[in-house]
């Protein structure tokens, strides 16, 4: 499980096609402190962590690798993943870590597209089209998980939702290089998803 606060801005080293996708991801994090089998949130997407080292530089970087699924890949953006691609990373909740965003599992229900940007003041506003199939569990004031993001909707009208970047989100997350058109992996709020599949049953 993960909260949406993004610790760490990691980048794409390698990709290579090993019957699954791998990809080995660049990070600030101490490599020395995750162990083979950790879960690591990245772009949102709960992965497993099959190998790390230490690479060299100043400061020195980690880096960390993780095997993909087909089935992932088909239901994500990890398809348009490159080399040097920056990703929100955030490590699995441990219990009484701070719970500072909403619970997010990291498994994500399918891809938004950015439709809109309006600056706000020092505030981005950005609009986002999300699938036709999860447009139902997305509430003005509810949560939502983009690129593995903990944010707070501000209006929705049909299957398009108004999201506002404040200058600190945009600065510690990739969120600060966003433009019309990207696909944002979207996983909406678990409690939105069973208070509908409860009215279905009502």
Not at 24 to 33: A, C, H, K, L, P
Not at 63 to 84: M, P, R, Y
Not at 133 to 154: E, Q
Request: glycine share 14%; hydrophobic share 40%; net charge negative.
């Amino acid at each position: 499980m993960f909260t949406g606060i993004v610790t760490d801005v990691g980048r794409v080293l390698e990709l290579r096609q090993e019957g699954d996708l791998r990809a080995r991801i660049g990070t600030g994090y101490d490599v020395g402190s995750i162990d083979i089998g950790a879960s690591i949130a990245c772009e949102g997407v709960c992965l497993t962590v099959v190998d790390r080292g230490a690479a060299g530089g100043t400061p020195p970087q980690g880096w960390f690798d993780v095997q993909i699924s087909a089935e992932t890949v088909s239901k994500s953006n990890l398809s348009g993943w490159h080399v040097g691609k920056r990703l929100n990373l955030e490590r699995a909740l441990k219990v009484g870590d701070e719970l500072g965003g909403h619970i997010v599992s990291g498994h994500v229900d399918g891809v938004a597209e950015v439709v809109g940007l309006r600056p706000e003041g020092d505030s981005l506003r950005v609009t986002f089209r999300a699938p036709e199939a999860l447009a139902k569990f997305i509430a003005p004031k509810g949560s939502v998980a983009l690129n593995g993001t903990s944010l707070t909707v501000n209006e929705v009208e049909g299957r398009e939702f108004g999201i506002n970047f404040i200058p600190h989100t945009r600065a510690v997350t990739t969120w600060g290089e966003v433009a019309v058109g990207d696909a944002a992996n979207l996983e909406v709020d678990t409690m939105a998803r069973y208070v509908a599949r409860l009215r279905e049953w009502g």
